[in-house]
């Protein structure tokens, strides 16, 4: 993996989750192919930072874990 081909997003869930919720959601979003990191902004249980690999997955992509558990999700930043 080449580090210039990195990007970060941002994650807004309309849905406000609780940290076992975040953990669960973190987890399948490291499980999709070319993300790196997952994490949740504390005190922000509803947005989350993802780093991934743009050569190997699409920010769209991104969201199909998430909608895949029943979730409302979109992409608001890069």
């Known amino acids: ?3 210039d081909y ?5 994650i807004h869930v ?3 989750l609780d ?3 975040l953990r669960v959601v973190e987890c399948d ?3 999709v192919d070319g993300v790196v990191a997952a994490k ?3 005190g922000r249980n509803h947005i989350l930072m993802v780093t991934y ?3 190997e997955a699409r920010a769209v992509d991104l969201l ?3 909608k895949a558990r029943g979730l409302h999700a979109q992409l608001i930043g890069f």
């Open 40 to 42: 949740h902004v504390p």
């Open 53 to 55: 690999d743009n050569e």
């Open 29 to 31: 979003l490291c499980g």
């Open 1 to 3: 993996m080449r580090l």
């Open 6 to 10: 990195l990007a970060d997003i941002v």
């Open 14 to 16: 309309n849905e406000t």
């Open 64 to 66: 199909a874990p998430l």
């Open 19 to 21: 940290e076992t919720g």
